[in-house]
């Protein structure tokens, strides 16, 4: 599901053209890493968000053009570094400071797929966000398309999914990461650390020795 959702959302909304740049936030998560690699595969130019100085090296490993560090103090200089001709198309799944520091960058015609806002999920009350009228005027000045979406609206989608990603799982183009923390009992702290971005790639909890439970 989640690789799905990173395919449909890139292809379908984002549409990423050849020598365009594509901005991924949360992207050594199991959604963002893969929109990333697919951007790379189609033409693209893939600069990752993350945080933390390993998951920006790791990005940089796996391929992605640029990477850069949300938590530093100097994000915004990094951002504009790795985008200097702005963004044709950014993957939304955190929302929050990465948000407000995205949308100036994005150009005439950009596209936004939102599949998740991150930043609001542990939130205790309600996000008062930016400047809402300097984001329509930008929206509406630069014919920039947001579209939020479910994984499910492109089930149909699926077998061109599986024969794109799985092709290049086996030519090893693409790189898929995996964690495994072991015990039922840590499955709420596991849930926890990976809101909080502590996890690289997709956190899975091994409730059992048996591994078909």
């Known amino acids: 599901m989640?690789?799905?959702t990173g395919w449909t959302g890139l292809v379908e909304i984002g549409e990423p053209q050849p020598g365009g740049t594509g901005v991924v936030a949360a992207a050594t998560g199991v959604v963002g890493s893969l929109v990333g690699q697919i951007a790379r595969r189609r033409g693209a130019r893939a600069?990752?968000?993350a945080g933390g100085p390993g998951k920006v090296a790791w990005l940089r490993d796996v391929g992605f053009d640029a990477a850069v560090d949300h938590r530093a103090p100097d994000f915004a200089e990094q951002l504009?570094?790795?985008t200097p001709d702005g963004i044709d198309v950014y993957f939304e799944n955190v929302g929050g400071k990465v948000w407000d520091e995205v949308w100036p960058r994005l150009n005439r015609h950009a596209r936004v797929p939102v599949c998740g806002v991150a930043s609001t999920y542990s939130a205790t009350?309600?996000?008062t966000g930016g400047d809402m009228s300097a984001l329509?005027?930008?929206l509406v000045t630069r014919s920039i398309t947001i579209r939020g979406f479910v994984f499910h609206e492109f089930a149909h989608l699926r077998p061109q999914f599986e024969a794109e990603v799985s092709a290049g799982l086996r030519a090893g183009e693409l790189v898929h990461h995996e964690e495994?923390?072991?015990g039922l009992d840590r499955a709420s702290a596991a849930f926890l650390g990976m809101l909080a971005g502590e996890h690289l790639g997709k956190r899975l909890v091994q409730v059992g020795?048996?591994?078909t439970l």
Do not use: K
């Open 47 to 49: 600069v990752g968000i």
């Open 136 to 138: 329509l005027s930008h």
């Open 180 to 182: 495994v923390v072991t």
């Open 125 to 127: 009350g309600r996000s």
């Open 209 to 211: 020795a048996d591994p």
């Open 2 to 4: 989640p690789g799905l």
């Open 80 to 82: 504009a570094a790795a």
